[in-house]
């Protein structure tokens, strides 16, 4: 199994913007998840195979999830950043996330 590759991370401001990338062989189900200090890992956002998107409670009409299946690679477009979102997010297989996970990409929102 290739590992994840997540990028996109970086350090914004409360109201901003980021878009994260993972570069994932294959059309499986995917999702984006993400771990904050002190906290489990939670899941913040899945796609289909067929598109069909699901999102969570707090992450709803700011974030969306989308695919390039061409480029094998899954985006999530975070809007509106607050500061509990800052976390390392990830990306696996959705709904149940299974094999390596890769090394996150780091999501800092901070004035």
């Known amino acids: 199994q290739v590992k994840p590759v997540e990028s996109g991370g970086g350090l914004v401001q409360p109201g901003g913007s980021l878009r994260l990338s993972c570069a994932a062989s294959g059309i499986n189900p995917m999702g984006w998840y993400r771990q904050a200090p002190g906290k489990q890992r939670e899941l913040v956002a899945g796609i289909h195979s067929g598109g069909r998107v699901n999102y969570a409670d707090s992450v709803k009409g700011r974030f969306t999830i989308s695919r390039d299946t061409a480029k094998n690679t899954v985006y999530l477009q975070m809007n509106s950043l607050k500061p509990e979102d800052t976390a390392v997010y990830y990306c696996?297989?959705?709904?149940?996330?299974?094999?390596?996970w890769g090394q996150g990409t780091q999501a800092t929102v901070s004035s």
């Open positions: 696996n297989f959705y709904p149940v996330p299974y094999g390596s």
